[in-house]
């Protein structure tokens, strides 16, 4: 295994571009409300040289934007700039690396006294020509003594037609999607519905103005088209589906193995659930005491094995849910920074003496047999983990 130390900047986050190629992002130095701007390069670590993306383009995290199906060489920003009193326009691009091209992609009004507080914006890239846009709100409960992002508007919107489709399926238009995830290079795993655990949603909104949560798999493709002619339902195989006192939270995808956790919120326990996509089959796991979102597993695949991560006082312990024991631990001086593909990368801190400063080691660990690979002085700030190996960006 390869592993590459890149000295990095301060606040800077990583991502893969292409061979020795990564996509740096700091802050900006201009600001548009409580927006700060962001600073694009592309990084060649091995001619240690930056090159600013598009520098006449003023880029803003205004909008979250998720791509389903990245593309080598390949990355999304969003500019805006105020056309009137309190109005902006919203730009989203793409960047391909290897032409320095740079696209309008699509574009949209925004009030800035609302947005942000009352209204947000989540893209997602299905492919190169199509993007699922949703509109979310506040909305308040019927006693009004809460108000969330609860309501919902959908739309596709094609690239090359310049043409924007309404989403009339009532599960996506009234629940909302919270997550999108491929499992295979045509079939997506999809989250409908709010979470209940977060911001105490279970005790401050009444059963009647909850809609039901979903998880289950489309084909892309599929659901393109059934957008396209105006489906009232876009087919999804549904695999869970809760109702008011139960809430399906952490939903992720790792090597064609769908994550997630149904929560039972009147009596405190959770089922980890691993969905086997080829197999069609599950592996679950119970767990108790479960009364915030942030105490919900947290899980992992390593080696084709499920494993859930349990943090104690002294650290943190993999639990094997096959073999019902705890496997390998870190101590609680290591902290774990990333976890992938069998990989751990883990901050250790060691306390400072008397008269001198504290150390900060970076280790690299093969799972699960918690083989140690690699120790470096430094403290990491980012992790892109490669085909062969990993590049660790440190101070």
């Given at each position: 295994m390869e592993i590459r130390i890149v000295k990095s900047q301060k606040g800077s986050s990583y991502l893969p571009l292409g061979q020795d190629r990564f996509l740096c992002i700091s802050d900006g130095e201009k600001r548009l409300g409580e927006y700060l701007?962001?600073?694009?390069?592309?990084?060649?670590?091995?001619?240690?040289?930056?090159?600013?993306?598009?520098?006449?383009?003023?880029?803003?995290?205004?909008?979250?934007?998720?791509v389903l199906q990245p593309s080598e060489g390949c990355c999304y920003f969003t500019s805006c700039h105020m056309i009137e009193k309190d109005l902006i326009k919203v730009e989203l691009y793409r960047y391909q690396d290897q032409t320095k091209a740079v696209e309008l992609l699509y574009e949209d009004k925004e009030n800035m006294l609302l947005y942000s507080s009352h209204k947000k914006t989540v893209v997602f890239l299905l492919n190169e020509n199509y993007l699922l846009v949703q509109?979310?709100?506040?909305?308040?409960?019927?006693?009004?003594?809460?108000?969330?992002?609860?309501d919902f508007e959908l739309k596709l919107y094609s690239v090359e037609e310049k043409k924007a489709i309404p989403v009339t399926d009532v599960w996506f238009s009234q629940a909302g999607i919270e997550q999108m995830q491929m499992v295979t290079?045509?079939?997506?795993?999809?989250?409908t519905g709010v979470n209940l655990l977060e911001e105490?949603?279970?005790?401050?909104l009444a059963e009647r103005e909850v809609y039901p949560e979903r998880i289950g798999f489309l084909n892309i493709q599929q659901m393109i088209s059934d957008i396209l002619l105006k489906q009232k339902t876009v087919y999804m195989d549904v695999i869970e589906e809760t109702r008011w006192d139960k809430t399906l939270v952490?939903?992720?995808?790792?090597?064609?193995?769908?994550?997630?956790?149904?929560?039972?919120?009147?009596?405190?326990?959770?089922?980890?659930?691993?969905?086997?996509?080829?197999?069609?089959k599950a592996e679950i796991c119970e767990k108790a005491g479960i009364t915030a979102a942030e105490q919900a597993a947290d899980t992992f695949v390593i080696r084709s094995v499920p494993y859930i991560r349990r943090d104690t006082?002294?650290?943190?312990s993999f639990y094997n849910i096959r073999k019902r024991c705890g496997e390998f631990s870190f101590e609680k001086e290591q902290q774990i920074f990333q976890i992938d593909r069998?990989?751990?990368?883990?901050?250790?801190?060691?306390?400072?003496?008397?008269?001198?400063k504290g150390?900060?080691?970076?280790?690299?660990?093969?799972?699960?047999g918690k083989e140690r690979v690699l120790r470096e002085k430094g403290k990491v700030y980012a992790v892109v983990f490669e085909e062969e190996g990993l590049c660790l960006f440190v101070e």
């Open positions: 701007s962001k600073r694009f390069e592309v990084y060649d670590i091995v001619q240690n040289q930056k090159e600013e993306i598009a520098p006449n383009i003023v880029k803003y995290s205004i909008w979250d934007i998720r509109y979310m709100y506040v909305k308040s409960n019927e006693t009004e003594s809460y108000s969330g992002f609860l290079k045509n079939v997506c795993a999809v989250k105490n949603r279970y005790q401050l952490h939903m992720h995808v790792e090597d064609e193995v769908l994550m997630y956790s149904k929560v039972f919120l009147q009596e405190e326990k959770e089922e980890v659930v691993f969905y086997h996509y080829k197999e069609k006082e002294d650290g943190s069998g990989i751990a990368v883990v901050e250790e801190v060691q306390k400072k003496m008397l008269f001198g150390k900060c080691w970076c280790e690299v660990y093969l799972l699960p």
